[in-house]
């Protein structure tokens, strides 16, 4: 090296040194980024790095398109606060913008970005039924999490017809909202290691909306053979079963198209992305069309759930999967008998119209369902049957029947959430439901893990809520760090891996319990598949 060059590295280097004597700064991919220290609920110190854009824009042309890379920045970028959130009707906070502009990334580490040990990841997808939500710090708080030595990632991905409208033929590419994901997934993998994250260790965790996406990511073969995740958690939802997803893509776009300009009629699928790219978001919004998950010819998302895991085309990682004891018990402050008489009137609808049945048969295994649930009465008898039959065929079924096909390949750790506690909220349940329901709904485990605003202050609850926090956030962070929940006992258990012929499960409440055969799954599957024909699609 000659003198003169030697001349101008002293300035750089010096350079770099000082940016890098601030912990809060840290290098990705496309540019510096600042970010700053939050306390954990113990009162450690952790870094916290919000709204880092993982994606251009998805505004103007790159509206109803693939995620892209974002621009770099030469300057330091400022990610310390994160209010940007997808389109939606509402914000739950006051401080929320709701923007299409919101492909954002937050990153929390409870150790130096710049320490040499990596940590596990903790991926998450929120819920929201690909409607609603966000992953802000509001929502999803992580000072409980960021006690237990893992680092957290949550991010944003399009909503509503922004993310869930297509076309057939790609023009309008379906699935945006699982793109996003994916592309969420990719960066995590890319640049986790610059905030001391293991990009060798990331369990992708999503809830509701959020478990239906994980599940899509488990099917088939990992993208380009990258293994971007190595395990999951998924709380309450499968795509095994028939939830958010639509047979034909295109009759939506159509559909958007037209409430956005009534006189439009072309079929051509370019005039159509003309069309919504130069719409109004609102209005975009505002149309009531949502889209949802389609099968794609292929690609990441060309697979069936419930068939891919009948044919073993899934990613065969550690799971832990589970529902709350009555997710559906909302039904309660809305008992409407036009809703649920009808399948008194006809019990055949009891079967989702996406098995494959006769119409004789669909009669006889609805009679046996609607026996099943209401005891030989009706739901108009039995209401809390009408819960319990909603509760399993949105969420507990498909569960079980994933945890049934996938337990034989892949250690898989079944739950289910029944402790009632003042943290998880919906309290006023408890007095309605009638007998023969469980009692946690849908969305309280959330509240024994993320800091959302309500259960910021545990001194505020009972005691044993804080403890039950305390045991979930070790059983969830434990797997984690080495992908089984109880290395050691928690609440005096060793959770075992769940195997198909007694689906056993760990029941989560005041006390903890290995149990088998969880609610009437075992039933509803002898019905079900003395009935059903080929082709498979769901099971639910
Ligand atoms: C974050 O930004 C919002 C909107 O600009 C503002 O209302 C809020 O006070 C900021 N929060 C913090 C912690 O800086
Ligand atoms: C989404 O939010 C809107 C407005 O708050 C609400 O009416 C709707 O039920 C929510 N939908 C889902 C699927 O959560
Ligand atoms: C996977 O590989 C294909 C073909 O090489 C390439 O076009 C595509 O961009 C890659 N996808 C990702 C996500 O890396
Ligand atoms: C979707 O519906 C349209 C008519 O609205 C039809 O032309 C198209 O073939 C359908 N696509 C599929 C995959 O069924
Ligand atoms: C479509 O709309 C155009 C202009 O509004 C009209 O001229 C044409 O006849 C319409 N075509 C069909 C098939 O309705
Ligand atoms: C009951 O449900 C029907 C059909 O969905 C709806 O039209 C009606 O408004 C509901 N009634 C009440 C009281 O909510
Ligand atoms: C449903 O099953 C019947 C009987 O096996 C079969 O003939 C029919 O093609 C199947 N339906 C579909 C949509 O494939
Ligand atoms: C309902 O009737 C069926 C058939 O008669 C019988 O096997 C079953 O035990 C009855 N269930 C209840 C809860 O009475
Ligand atoms: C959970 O524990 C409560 C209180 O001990 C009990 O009343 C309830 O039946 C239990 N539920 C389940 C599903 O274990
Ligand atoms: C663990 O065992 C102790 C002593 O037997 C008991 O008091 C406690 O309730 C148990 N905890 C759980 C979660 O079962
Ligand atoms: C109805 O189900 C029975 C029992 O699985 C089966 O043998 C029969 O072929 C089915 N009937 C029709 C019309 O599909």
């Given at each position: 090296m000659t003198p003169f060059k030697l001349i101008f590295l002293i300035p750089i280097l010096v350079n770099i040194n000082y940016a890098y004597a601030d912990d809060t700064i840290v290098e990705i991919e496309s540019g510096k980024i600042k970010g700053h220290i939050l306390k954990s609920e113990s009162g450690k110190d952790y870094y916290a790095f919000q709204e880092i854009p993982y994606a251009a824009k998805p505004i103007g042309e790159n509206r109803f398109q693939p995620p892209k890379a974002p621009e770099p920045w030469s300057d330091i970028l400022e990610t310390t606060n994160n209010t940007k959130i997808c389109?939606?009707?509402?914000?739950?906070?006051?401080?929320l913008e709701i923007s299409e502009d919101c492909l954002y990334i937050n990153v929390y580490t409870p150790q130096k970005p710049t320490d040499a040990k990596v940590l596990p990841v903790l991926l998450w997808i929120h819920g929201g039924g690909f409607v609603n939500e966000s992953s802000t710090f509001e929502y999803y708080g992580p000072k409980y999490l960021m006690d237990y030595g893992v680092v957290v990632v949550t991010f944003n991905y399009r909503l509503g017809a922004f993310g869930f409208v297509g076309t057939d033929d790609g023009?309008?590419?379906?699935?945006l909202g699982l793109k996003d994901q994916l592309f969420a997934m990719q960066w995590v993998n890319r640049n986790i290691k610059a905030f001391s994250g293991n990009p060798y260790q990331v369990v992708l965790v999503g809830e509701s909306a959020g478990s239906i996406s994980v599940g899509y990511h488990l099917l088939g073969p990992y993208v380009n053979d990258t293994k971007i995740f190595h395990a999951a958690i998924m709380q309450s939802g499968s795509p095994v079963g028939s939830e958010l997803r639509t047979q034909n893509i295109t009759n939506e776009a159509y559909k958007l198209a037209k409430a956005l300009d009534p006189t439009f009629n072309s079929t051509d699928s370019s005039d159509i992305l003309k069309l919504l790219q130069s719409a109004s978001a609102e209005d975009i919004l505002h149309s009531e069309v949502t889209g949802a998950v389609v099968l794609e010819q292929d690609g990441p998302f060309s697979y069936q759930a419930f068939p891919s895991f009948l044919n073993q085309n899934y990613k065969k990682i550690p799971v832990m999967i589970g529902f709350n004891s009555e997710e559906w018990a909302f039904l309660v402050w809305s008992r409407n008998k036009t809703q649920y008489g009808k399948f008194d009137e006809d019990?055949?609808?009891?079967?989702?119209?996406?098995i494959n049945m006769s119409s004789e048969n669909r009669t006889i295994a609805g009679n046996l369902l609607r026996q099943l649930y209401t005891g030989n009465t009706t739901f108009d008898e039995n209401y809390g049957g009408f819960i319990r039959y909603v509760s399993d065929h949105m969420f507990t079924t498909a569960t079980c029947k994933q945890v049934e096909l996938a337990s034989p390949e892949a250690p898989y750790y079944l739950y289910q959430f029944s402790y009632k506690g003042e943290l998880g909220?919906?309290?006023?349940l408890l007095s309605l439901l009638p007998p023969g329901t469980g009692t946690v709904a849908h969305a309280e485990d959330l509240h024994y893990m993320w800091?959302?605003?309500?259960?910021?202050?545990?001194?505020?609850?009972?005691e044993e809520d804080g403890v039950m926090l305390q045991r979930y956030v070790e059983m969830w962070t434990n797997f984690v760090k080495?992908?089984?929940?109880?290395p050691e006992p928690v609440g005096n258990i060793t959770w075992l891996p769940s195997e198909p012929s007694t689906l056993r499960y760990l029941n989560i409440n005041t006390t903890f319990e290995m149990m088998e055969n969880p609610r009437q799954y075992q039933q509803v599957k002898g019905i079900l598949e003395t009935y059903m024909e080929p082709p498979y699609t769901v099971f639910n």
């Open positions: 389109y939606q009707y509402k914000r739950k906070y006051a401080n023009v309008i590419p379906p699935n019990p055949s609808l009891l079967v989702d119209p996406l909220g919906q309290m006023s800091d959302d605003g309500s259960n910021s202050d545990l001194s505020q609850f009972p080495y992908f089984v929940p109880t």
